[in-house]
């Protein structure tokens, strides 16, 4: 009988009318029997293969159908399986938590969609932080580029500063000895301008 019912899974709520109807209907309805078998196994695809399909299904049997939407939830919520997507998850919670309020679901079904709406947003977070990081990292090459660079020219301007500061002595020296010189040069001009000044008063022989 599970093999018959694994088979119209994929078929339920999709076939025509009348007395193949009707088996169909039965048989969805009990594919959550089968649904609860592979998740109480850890099979998640499988699991969530058949809760969706006793969903489409359309039942009326409320329980069934809270405690369904509640484990498709909980499926679509559980990282590392092949089921998980956290927003269709978010989707049936809410589903559940608008069709169902105050039920035996709502206090375990609203945890677990806060707490998912809570990792999202840590996720937004550590997206811009990455986003910010990488921005960062790629700012400080730069700067430490053009510190680099200014470390160079340092090295640069300390080399010619040393050589202007080793040429400063030497250039004072000579600057002394000019001034020397001038100052000689100066007393003998004067004393040429006196001789000079003393053989132009003396008259013609």
């Not at 999202?120 to 660079?149: K, M, N």
């Not at 040429?167 to 001009?189: F, H």
């Not at 040429?192 to 022989?205: F, M, S």
């Amino acid at each position: 009988m599970s093999d018959r019912l694994i088979a119209v899974v994929t078929h339920c709520g999709r076939l025509g009318a009348g007395i193949a109807m009707v088996w169909i209907v039965s048989g969805c309805q009990s594919t959550t029997r089968v649904g609860d078998r592979y998740y109480e196994n850890g099979k998640y695809p499988e699991a969530a293969a058949a809760f969706q399909a006793y969903l489409d299904s359309n039942p009326t049997d409320k329980e069934q159908r809270m405690r369904t939407l509640y484990r498709l939830g909980v499926i679509w919520a559980t990282p590392g399986n092949a089921a998980y997507e956290p927003q269709r998850s978010l989707d049936v919670l809410q589903s559940l938590l608008t069709q169902y309020p105050g039920s035996a679901y709502s206090g375990e079904a609203a945890l677990l969609r806060n707490l998912q709406l809570k990792i999202r947003d840590l996720d937004d977070e550590l997206t811009a932080e990455r986003v910010r990081l990488a921005e960062l990292e790629v700012d400080l090459a730069e700067r430490e580029g053009e510190l680099a660079s200014l470390d160079r020219e340092l090295v640069e301007k300390a080399d010619q500063i040393r050589t202007l500061q080793d040429s400063i002595p030497p250039l004072r020296v000579e600057i002394r000895g000019l001034i020397r010189d001038l100052a000689s040069k100066e007393d003998e001009l004067e004393q040429l301008e006196r001789l000079k000044a003393i053989d132009l008063e003396q008259p013609p022989p």
